[in-house]
């Protein structure tokens, strides 16, 4: 049973190149979830999908675009790293009911240089 | 506008005491509040939550408790144990289910021998 598996661990990039965070699950969770961490900041919510096909945005959205085009997968792309983006970020998912709580990958640490 | 607040950053508890983390909250909408724990280098875990129409919830050594007047929220820890020692996010929703959490930034929890 994995659970949520975010891929890579690790990534250093330089400021304007692009990447894809990946994020994948194997609990059918219809909701999946992409936060940050930073320091002092707590976790904040980047973007949001209820379902495949339909995604929405967080607290901190911009820089960031996302797609759910099947219910496992939900990528999180930087289409021009910015300092700023320095940060860990983690992906979560859950059930639709009301009271489901979200399970979280373990994390992508990122640095921009 | 931190609209969920742990301003409390750190907390050090003597072994088998008792751990209180607070969390307020400013946004009246939120109805349904959790608690996560989170070890370095993994994702955050589920450990506790309470929905807004009960002002307690227990949970083994973990208690929840809600203040809706005051808008606080507590965590106690009863006994504190080593292997509590983690950092502790506070989280709110608004719609009862859990697809946009809010979280606070977090208190570093350390129990020592």
């Known amino acids: 049973n994995a659970g949520v598996t975010q891929t890579p661990k690790f990534q250093v990039l330089k400021t304007g190149q692009s990447m894809t965070l990946q994020c994948a699950q194997d609990m059918n969770h219809e909701y999946m979830s992409w936060y940050r961490q930073d320091p002092g900041m707590g976790l904040r919510l980047i973007h949001y999908?209820?379902?495949?096909?339909?995604?929405d945005q967080g607290e901190v959205p911009n820089g960031y675009n996302v797609s759910r085009s099947t219910t496992e997968d939900f990528p999180l792309r930087l289409l021009s790293a910015a300092p700023s983006q320095t940060s860990v970020y983690f992906c979560?998912?859950?059930?639709?009911?009301?009271?489901?709580?979200?399970?979280f990958g373990d994390g992508t640490r990122l640095s921009i240089l | 506008d931190q609209q969920v607040k742990q301003n409390s950053p750190s907390l050090s508890v003597q072994e088998g005491r008792i751990s209180i983390l607070n969390c307020d909250y400013t946004n009246s909408m939120f109805d349904y509040f959790l608690w996560y724990k989170k070890y370095p280098a993994e994702g955050p875990t589920f450990l506790i939550s309470?929905?807004?129409?009960?002002d307690k919830n227990e949970d083994g050594r973990f208690t929840v408790f809600l203040n809706k007047s005051a808008k606080h929220l507590s965590l106690h820890i009863v006994p504190s144990q080593p292997g509590d020692s983690a950092v502790y996010f506070c989280?709110?929703?608004?719609?009862?289910?859990?697809?946009?959490?809010?979280f606070g930034t977090g208190t570093r929890l350390q129990v020592f021998p």
């Open positions: 989280a709110a929703s608004a719609t009862g289910n859990t697809d946009k959490l809010i």
């Open positions: 979560a998912s859950s059930y639709s009911n009301a009271g489901s709580t979200q399970h």
């Open positions: 999908s209820v379902g495949a096909g339909i995604t």
């Open positions: 309470i929905s807004s129409i009960k």
